[in-house]
């Protein structure tokens, strides 16, 4: 299947309540949805961020000033700001919720001098339908699918259902990180799609909404003949897998020089590649988590050691495609990188793409579906769920479960994944901060 891409960057988030929808991607509505009386007393900290905002614009340089200025961006107000509670907000933040209505009191009394005082009684927000936090390649492929299915719907339908399709990778805002601070099922959307091993797997969440049967599983394929044998589907019912990010090797060999290729994980360990490797990183100082997990399965703090050792950059994909088969100096011999990435590098010819004996290293692009929406949302999950976005995810590379759909993958194509018990039965939470920090202690030469 192939598929026409347009310029959209121009357009806002695909963030909206449908009853505005003309062009489907053209704009944001300021109506988000149904609201329902609340059956207690409702403060502005019940209201989404973007909701309060735009009710008393005069408290936005109170945000500001208090360290969440990132909402004074439109399109992040539009979309993370409508996705997330402002007492959610607060506590992420470490912001005293008391001492903060204190002076939102106090901006909104000052921004009505003048005015008879009155103000539309509060009423609780209903929370999104649908936050999709896509992996760039996926996101305005599959934005434009979901307009198509919009534009199919009853107008009833469309009527009732809001949205957010978001790119995940964002410099200012990491939505997960609200997860470890959500109380109630109110606070977060009906469906959440995210990729990797973020918050949604961390002990407060799992241990409040996971293990008490608040999400449950919407699917129970077991993919396709190569993704099968890798026990994908949650054998406890909560979390769907819809398709996931392999990470492959690439060698660049104007720079490996006389080293032997890897051919394995294990290999990227080996003593000659030191300062060779490139790995995904971040300014903030952390590093591919789904790479530390699953080396540190198996080779312990001693093999992060190692690794750190090795690697000498940490890198965003698209500068590990710039630079491979480039023959500048001071670039990585090897890099680890994802399919979708390795896929478009320029200078093929100097380039070799390897798939590790062991088996692509697998990042979960993840579905948490409310259990007690399942059957409000059929539609909207049989889409989500259904071979359209499966051949989507699929020919940008990210292998999805359905089993009706080609993967494109090598015929002796395997699999390395760390497991459901593996997620389930450790924190990870406090494993990911150990295992980064152990990583990034080698990677700066510190002391072991």
Request: a negative charge.
């Amino acid at each position: 299947m192939q598929y026409v891409k347009k310029r959209v960057s121009h357009y806002p988030a695909v963030i909206m309540n449908v009853r505005e929808l003309s062009g489907l991607t053209s704009g944001c509505s300021n109506q988000m949805g149904n609201f329902k009386e609340p059956a207690m007393s409702v403060t502005l900290l019940d209201l989404t961020v973007r909701e309060v905002i735009e009710r008393h614009p005069e408290t936005l340089p109170l945000f500001r000033t208090s360290g969440l200025g990132m909402f004074a961006d439109e399109k992040i107000r539009e979309t993370f700001g409508a996705a997330v509670r402002l007492r959610t907000v607060l506590k992420t933040a470490k912001i005293n919720t008391d001492q903060f209505s204190s002076m939102l009191d106090d901006a909104i009394a000052a921004g009505m001098t003048g005015t008879d005082g009155q103000s539309a009684p509060l009423r609780a927000q209903s929370t999104l339908n649908l936050l999709a936090l896509l992996p760039c390649p996926l996101k305005i492929p599959l934005e434009e699918a979901f307009n198509g299915f919009l534009a199919a719907l009853p107008p009833g339908q469309r009527t009732a259902l809001t949205f957010c399709i978001e790119g995940n990778a964002n410099s200012q805002i990491d939505y997960a990180d609200y997860a470890d601070h959500f109380e109630t099922l109110a606070d977060m959307p009906d469906i959440i799609i995210t990729p990797g091993f973020n918050s949604f797997f961390h002990p407060h969440f799992v241990e409040l909404f996971i293990k008490t049967g608040q999400f449950a599983s919407v699917t129970d394929y077991s993919g396709d003949r190569h993704l099968a044998a890798m026990g994908i589907t949650d054998p406890d019912g909560h979390y769907s897998m819809l398709a996931m990010n392999l990470l492959v090797l690439v060698v660049d060999h104007t720079r490996l020089g006389d080293r032997p290729m890897p051919e394995k994980w294990a290999d990227l360990l080996r003593p000659e590649y030191e300062k060779s490797i490139a790995i995904r990183g971040n300014h903030d100082g952390t590093f591919c988590e789904t790479l530390l997990l699953a080396l540190y399965k198996d080779f312990g703090s001693a093999g992060l050691a190692q690794l750190g050792r090795n690697v000498a950059w940490g890198w965003h994909p698209s500068q590990m495609v710039k630079s491979a088969g480039s023959g500048r100096e001071n670039t990585p011999a090897i890099s680890i990188m994802p399919l979708f990435f390795a896929n478009n590098i320029k200078n093929c010819e100097q380039v070799t793409i390897v798939w590790p004996a062991d088996g692509a290293l697998v990042s979960p692009v993840t579905m948490l579906v409310k259990a007690d929406k399942r059957e409000e949302l059929r539609n909207l999950i049989d889409f989500l769920n259904g071979p359209e976005v499966a051949a989507i995810c699929a020919g940008a590379a990210f292998p999805a479960v359905h089993p009706e759909v080609d993967n494109r993958l090598p015929e002796s194509a395997t699999f390395k994944w760390i497991g459901w018990d593996y997620v389930k039965n450790n924190d990870l939470k406090a494993l990911i901060a150990d295992t980064n920090a152990s990583f990034l202690q080698a990677f700066r030469g510190e002391p072991q």
